[in-house]
C-alpha cells in the first residue's frame, strides 16, 4: 500500500490546562503541526526530542518498547499530548525516539480519534460512517 503521512497537530496538554485555569493566555499554549507517518503497526504514539523540547512536554516516566528488529529499548514517555486531525482529537502520552527520528501516529490515536487510512487514495480520513464526530468502539 505504500506509506502514509498526516499532518498533526500536536499541543501540551499541561498549557492548555493552565490556559483553561487563566492562569497563561490562549496565546502562550504551545503547539506544533507536524507531517507525521500514520503506523498502524506501531501502538503508541512516538514523537523526537525536536517536538519534546518545542512543546516543552515534561517526561513522566521511562518506557522499553520492542522494536521492528526485535530490539528492546527504553524511552522517555510524555504527556499529556492533545492530539488533532481534521474534526478529531484525543488526548495521548508519546514516547520520545531520540535525534530528529520520523514521528509516528500509532493504534492507539487513530482508534480514539476514529480515522481510518484510505487505501487507494493513500491518506488518513475520518471514517466517513461517523463523518462528524468520533464513535468508539466500547465492546
Do not use: W
Not at 7 to 33: C, F, H, P, Y
Not at 43 to 65: A, D, F, S
Not at 102 to 130: C, K, Q, S
Request: hydrophobic share 40%; charged share 25%.
Amino acid at each position: 500500500m505504500g506509506l502514509v503521512y498526516a499532518d498533526i497537530t500536536l499541543i501540551s496538554g499541561e498549557d492548555l490546562i493552565l490556559a483553561k485555569r487563566n492562569i497563561i493566555g490562549k496565546e502562550e499554549v504551545k503547539q506544533i503541526t507536524v507531517s507525521m507517518l500514520v503506523d498502524t503497526g506501531s501502538v503508541y504514539m512516538c514523537i523526537n526530542e525536536t517536538i519534546k523540547e518545542q512543546l516543552q512536554l515534561p517526561v513522566i516516566e521511562k518506557r522499553k518498547g520492542q522494536m521492528a528488529n526485535r530490539e528492546v529499548v527504553e524511552y522517555d514517555l510524555v504527556g499529556p499530548i492533545e492530539v488533532k486531525f481534521k474534526n478529531r482529537r484525543c488526548n495521548v502520552d508519546a514516547m520520545v525516539l531520540p535525534g530528529d527520528n520520523e514521528p509516528l501516529l500509532g493504534a492507539i490515536p487513530l482508534e480514539d480519534m476514529d480515522v481510518l487510512i484510505h487505501p487507494y487514495r493513500r491518506e488518513l480520513i475520518v471514517n466517513p460512517e461517523h463523518p462528524y464526530f468520533a464513535q468508539m468502539k466500547l465492546k
